[in-house]
């Protein structure tokens, strides 16, 4: 290969890898916006209900946008049972958990907690062996610098909640966190189809699951009208945090990886952060400031790119 073509297929990978971070530090905003709408849609809609009600606008809207592309859903039953799977991991369960969770414990102890899935998937790729050789040393110092970014964003006050927020809201939350850890591993069967249909078949499928489960334990017809307040959350939560960024997500475990993808939920944390300064008046401290940056350290440790060889050409020998 030419040394012009070597820095041409260079210039394109990074542009690549680019276009890829940014669309997870996008994912990021949406789904660290999601613990305020959560928490604003959960204090008037019961946790089945809401997360039944979220999961289904975003699979209605999903099917549209397919069916408008000329897309059609896959038809083998072992893909659905497949679909079945990632649903329950990526939206059903660990949706469910931290709403319920979020009626026990302060958001930014749920952020806290919820940052945790790269460590999963570290500990389950080191248990099973299946990409073991593609994390060195510089992940795991990555997912290090994430964690310490976290607690310093977040502050040693939302950690201080740890011993009195009720434990079973606690181990609910990072539950949710074991759940994102295993669905990218999982999802990764699905980057043969394009991402829209995986993701408008995964929210069909937990829309199927958690419609008769909020029927059957909460009776949603018998409940009060909710507020305009909740009812807008709960719809930006359907479109924006669940069909938009299911679609970013499908495409970010093909490009990026399980780890890489879920380093997200470093960045998610930071965003919760800064809106709610933004919105809510909080305080931004220089230790918000500092965590935010290992963070963003941690985040491009994850995923950026091995270095590949140098292949140095002895004198004399011919060049392509």
């Known amino acids: 290969m030419s040394t012009q073509a070597q820095h041409t297929q260079a ?58 592309q000329g897309h059609v859903l896959p038809r083998g039953q072992s893909v659905w049972a497949a679909l079945f799977v990632q649903g329950l991991l990526q939206s059903a369960l660990p949706f469910t958990l931290i709403s319920w969770g979020e009626m026990h414990i302060a958001s930014g102890l749920a952020g806290v907690l919820n940052a945790t899935p790269p460590m999963f998937v570290l500990a389950i790729a080191v248990m099973t062996g299946r990409g073991r050789q593609t994390i060195g040393g510089r992940k795991i110092v990555g997912v290090a610098l994430g964690l310490a970014g976290v607690a310093l964003t977040m502050g040693i006050d939302a950690l201080s909640g740890i011993g009195t927020a009720a434990p079973l809201a606690q181990m609910a939350v990072l539950g949710a966190s074991l759940c994102y850890a295993l669905a990218p591993i999982w999802g990764q069967r699905f980057s043969g189809l394009p991402a829209i249909v995986t993701a408008a078949g995964t929210m069909s499928c937990a829309a199927v699951l958690m419609l008769p489960t909020a029927a059957a334990l909460e009776q949603p017809w018998r409940l009060a009208q909710p507020p305009a307040q909740a009812i807008a959350a709960l ?20 490009t990026l990886g399980p780890l890489g993808t879920t380093s997200g939920s470093y960045l998610r944390a930071g965003f919760a952060v800064a809106l709610g ?44």
């Open 11 to 68: 210039q394109h990978t990074t542009t690549n890898l680019a276009i890829e971070v940014g669309l997870l530090l996008l994912l990021s905003l949406i789904w660290g916006s999601s613990f305020t709408l959560i928490k604003l849609a959960v204090a008037t809609i019961p946790p089945f209900t809401m997360v039944a009600a979220r999961v289904t606008i975003a699979a209605m809207l999903l099917i549209l946008i397919a069916t408008a």
């Open 235 to 254: 719809i930006a939560l359907g479109v924006v945090c669940t069909a938009l960024a299911m679609v970013i997500y499908f495409r970010l475990i093909r």
């Open 277 to 320: 300064t933004a919105i809510l008046g909080e305080r931004l401290s220089w230790s918000s400031v500092a965590g935010m940056a290992l963070i963003l350290a941690g985040v491009v440790a994850v995923t950026a790119p091995a270095r590949a060889p140098t292949i140095r050409t002895p004198a004399g020998a011919p060049r392509n």
